[in-house]
């Protein structure tokens, strides 16, 4: 984070964290377009940079910084000095003078400081997990060209396999027809044979 500013009508306190930059003016601008009677959060992105802007009761308070920091760092942020400025301001008389209110310009720095800090670790953080994976799925998927020969090969013998499995079962259903049909024949013929043995028998009779 560069640049946070705290306002009513004018900028009661800020702190800057950049040698170089117009953040000030910029801030000015924003903070003289917003009305201090429609709370609200919003996000301006001038010049590459973002602008948070918080309204709260009546006071503005801002934060300028890189994209890549997100909103809810920033925001968080605002949300974390919006407490400290009201605790130590909410029952001063509005005609207290602006250089009393100055010195929270050293609470912004270490604010800023301790979120800048934070977000930065977090940001190195996932950007060297995000290495890792990358080098890992780089691994895998030469470990998977190397290996092409081998899946095809896998693939051919899964398919063989199959195949060889529907012949079985095929065979095993011929052959399981063929027995019924001879056992079928046989009990036919026993009945004849019997049939004709009890004829007989009669006829002796």
């Known amino acids: 984070m ?11 306190a800020e702190y800057i964290n950049a040698s170089i930059g117009n953040f000030r003016q910029v801030a ?9 009677n429609r709370e609200g959060r919003n996000t301006y992105l001038f010049d590459g940079y973002n602008y948070h802007c918080m309204v709260q009761k009546g006071v503005v308070f801002l934060v300028s910084s890189k994209p ?6 920033p925001f ?5 000095i919006s407490l400290l400025w009201f605790e130590r301001y ?5 005609t207290t003078a602006a250089f009393s209110r100055s010195e929270f310009g050293r609470t912004l720095k270490q604010k800023m400081e301790f979120y800048s800090s934070t977000a930065a670790d977090k940001l190195k953080s996932i950007n060297a997990q995000l290495e890792i994976v990358k080098a890992q799925m780089k691994e895998n998927l030469e470990k ?4 092409g020969d081998s899946i095809q090969n896998i693939v051919d013998k899964t398919e063989s396999l199959q195949t060889d499995s529907f012949q079985f079962r095929s065979s ?10 001879q056992n079928v024949k046989f009990k036919i013929i026993l009945g004849i044979i019997i049939f004709l043995c009890l004829v007989s028998d009669v006829g002796l009779m």
């Not at 000015?28 to 201090?36: A, E, G, Q």
């Not at 968080?76 to 974390?80: S, V």
């Not at 909410?90 to 509005?94: I, K, R």
């Open 28 to 36: 000015t601008k924003i903070i003289d377009s917003l009305p201090r």
């Open 68 to 73: 890549e920091f997100g909103v809810r760092v």
């Open 172 to 181: 095993a259903t011929t052959l399981k027809k063929k027995m019924w049909w």
């Open 2 to 12: 560069l640049y946070c500013a705290v306002a009513d009508d004018y900028i009661q």
């Open 90 to 94: 909410a029952n001063e008389p509005e």
């Open 144 to 147: 998977v060209m190397e290996r």
């Open 76 to 80: 968080g942020f605002l949300d974390d």
